[in-house]
Every structure is written in structure tokens, then in C-alpha cells.
């Protein structure tokens, strides 16, 4: 097959897809990286910040199989889900880098980004805490009846949150077009599941509240597109749906995290479960591409990330001025400084925005 093709060309047989399945897994990778090194250059805004090197299959296989109507939350490890969903990497990074071009101006950082024109409900650094949301978010799709979608995306730690029981519950209840997508990487900071639950078999607890639900094995993102896209489409009819993905965390909880409660063998035979190694293989294998071509990929992807450091690197803080923008109603008035109110208050003026 000639090598030469764009990035959306789609090819018969099982694997029509996975050449682009692979470039957004190798983009989310190499990003996580740049993220890593912002991080070790003491440039990231806030002191912690959690990786998704080994999750790729769960970020591109999803959310290929979503559409542009449907919405979603994120976990704190959700950098490669919104990239997966197609967000700006350069304007992601500046966000992580707390600056003013940011998707939030650089006040949500890696944990808290989110961005209503791409259906990103918002990122949330508790565990679970965004599970929620997409209950309400089903539920004005389905009153609305703008037969959209909405994808909650969480890790294994969150199946000890009783919010997500409330939630399965309402939305077999209601049968409310959602998907509960758990990344499963074995982990919970650093607690492997099969010391925090007695049945590791997540998916099994979703069935009993009537939601149809599965386990993939996250080593092959064609598979976890595949399953996707079949409990999208029947989320989208009413049967919700509850998806685990089953893969390995590479790394520890967060980057500064060395996982010392990890021996060495476990870490090494964790991370030959590599999709992206994986979808390599099968690409080659099934001759739709070749080394140089995937190596060039490789190329223009490492240029692609490596201009979001520098484009961050250029970019300014937001000023103090905008620490209430996004906060209030644009018809409100923003609320005095605490150093104006002092001053105000210690010369007796009378507030000059009616008292708030």
C-alpha cells in the first residue's frame, strides 16, 4: 500500500481506522511528556499534576466513537481525553503552565480545565466529583431531545465514591443517555484494586443497577472503539451504558510520585502492555502503514508538542484585574479587592459598586 495519505484516510477491513486511532494516541503520549517536563522545570502552575502515559486506548477509542453534540467530564488524569476530543494542545499546555491564553486563563490548570465549546464540562480534581454532572447533562438531553450523549470519565478509585452508585442508579432509572467510562490502571494512588475491593470485576457492580455494561482490555484501542461506539449508540436509545477500561498506569499517582509501593518486575511486565506499541505493530503487520511513515508521524508530532512548550514560554499570567472574570454574571458588578475595602473602610467611603 502506498504510504503516502492523509490523516482521515480510512481503509477496508478491521483496521479502516486505526492509523488515526494510533496518531491521537501518539499525540496524547508525547504531550503527557512535554507535561512531565514542564513540571521538572518548576513552570506548571500548582504543585501536582497526574499523567495518562499508558491510557491512551481509553482517551481515543471513546471519544472517536462520540459526537460533536455530546459532553463529558474528565477525571484530575484527563489531559489525553480532552486532547483525544480535539482540543488545542498549545492553548492545553498554556493552560497547565497557568497563563493567560489558557483555556480557563490559567486559573483551572492541569486539574480543573474545561472548555464548553468542545463539550467539556469540566475537569475535577475530586475523585468522582464529576460523575454527577453528566446525570444532569443526560437529562437535559433527553427533555431537550437533542439525542446527545453525555460521557463520564473517572478511574478505578472512584468506584469507592457512593456518588457514582447515585448516579447509576438515577440514570438506569431514568434511562438517561450516559456512558460511565472507568479507566481502570489497577491503581488508586497507591493502592492496587485488588487490595481495595473484593470483587475487582468493576463492571459486574454497574449491571446490578441495570446499566449495560462491559470490560475491554485497553492493550487494543480498536476494540475499545469498537465497544464504544456500540454503547454510544445505544446510550443515545435510552440504554445506558458502563464501560471499563482495563490498562496500567506507567507511572506513579502523580509526577513527583516515584511509586515506591511498586517492585520493579511489576512495573516492567505493567508496561508491555502498551497500546500505542501495540497499534505499531498491527499497523505494520497488516501492511496499512510502514516504519517510515510512522516514524515521520512520529516526527511531526514530537514538533507539534515541543512548539506548546515554547508557545507557553511566551505567554503572560493572568493579571489580578481577571480573578473574578468567568466567576460572576457579566451584569454583576465584581466584588471590591480586600485591600480597596480596607482602605475604603479605614477612611469611612461608602462602597462605590452599591455595597457588594
Request: proline share 4%.
Amino acid at each position: 500500500m502506498n504510504s503516502a495519505r492523509t490523516d482521515d484516510q480510512e481503509f477496508s477491513g478491521t483496521n479502516s481506522n486505526l492509523f488515526a486511532l494510533y496518531r491521537t494516541m501518539c499525540r496524547i503520549r508525547s504531550f503527557e511528556e512535554r507535561v512531565g517536563e514542564l513540571f521538572v522545570r518548576g513552570q506548571s502552575a500548582g504543585s501536582m499534576l497526574h499523567l495518562s502515559i499508558g491510557e491512551e486506548s481509553a482517551a481515543a477509542g471513546v471519544c472517536a466513537a462520540m459526537e460533536p453534540k455530546d459532553t463529558f467530564t474528565t477525571h484530575h488524569r484527563g489531559h489525553g481525553i480532552f486532547l483525544a476530543r480535539g482540543a488545542d494542545p498549545a492553548r492545553m499546555m498554556a493552560e497547565i503552565g497557568g497563563k493567560e491564553a489558557g483555556y480557563c486563563h490559567g486559573k483551572g490548570g492541569s486539574m480543573h480545565i474545561a472548555d464548553m465549546g468542545l463539550g467539556h464540562l469540566g475537569a475535577n480534581a475530586i475523585v468522582g466529583g464529576g460523575i454527577p454532572a453528566v446525570v444532569g447533562a443526560g437529562l437535559s438531553a433527553l427533555h431537550k431531545k437533542t439525542g446527545a450523549v453525555s460521557v463520564a470519565f473517572f478511574g478505578d478509585g472512584a468506584t469507592g465514591q457512593g456518588v457514582l452508585y447515585e448516579s447509576m442508579n438515577m440514570a438506569a432509572l431514568w434511562k438517561l443517555p450516559v456512558l460511565f467510562c472507568c479507566i481502570n490502571n489497577q491503581y488508586g494512588m497507591g493502592t492496587r484494586i485488588d487490595q481495595a475491593t473484593a470483587n475487582p470485576v468493576l463492571h459486574e457492580r454497574a449491571a446490578a443497577f441495570g446499566l449495560n455494561a462491559q470490560t475491554v482490555d485497553g492493550l487494543d484501542v480498536e476494540t475499545v472503539a469498537e465497544t464504544a461506539q456500540t454503547m454510544i449508540d445505544d446510550a443515545r436509545k435510552g440504554i445506558p451504558g458502563f464501560l471499563v477500561v482495563d490498562c496500567y498506569r506507567f507511572y506513579g499517582h502523580a509526577r513527583k510520585d516515584k511509586s515506591p509501593y511498586r517492585d520493579s518486575n511489576e512495573e516492567e511486565t505493567g508496561r508491555q502492555k502498551d497500546p500505542i506499541a501495540f497499534a505499531r505493530n498491527l499497523l505494520i503487520e497488516s501492511k496499512i502503514s510502514n516504519d517510515a511513515e510512522l516514524n515521520s508521524l512520529d516526527v511531526d508530532i514530537s514538533a507539534e508538542m515541543d512548539a506548546t512548550i515554547d508557545f507557553t514560554m511566551g505567554q503572560t499570567e493572568p493579571p489580578l484585574t481577571s480573578m473574578f472574570r468567568d466567576v460572576y454574571a457579566p451584569d454583576q458588578p465584581e466584588p471590591e479587592p480586600l485591600q480597596t475595602r480596607l482602605s475604603r473602610v479605614l477612611s469611612r467611603e461608602l462602597p462605590a459598586n452599591g455595597g457588594h
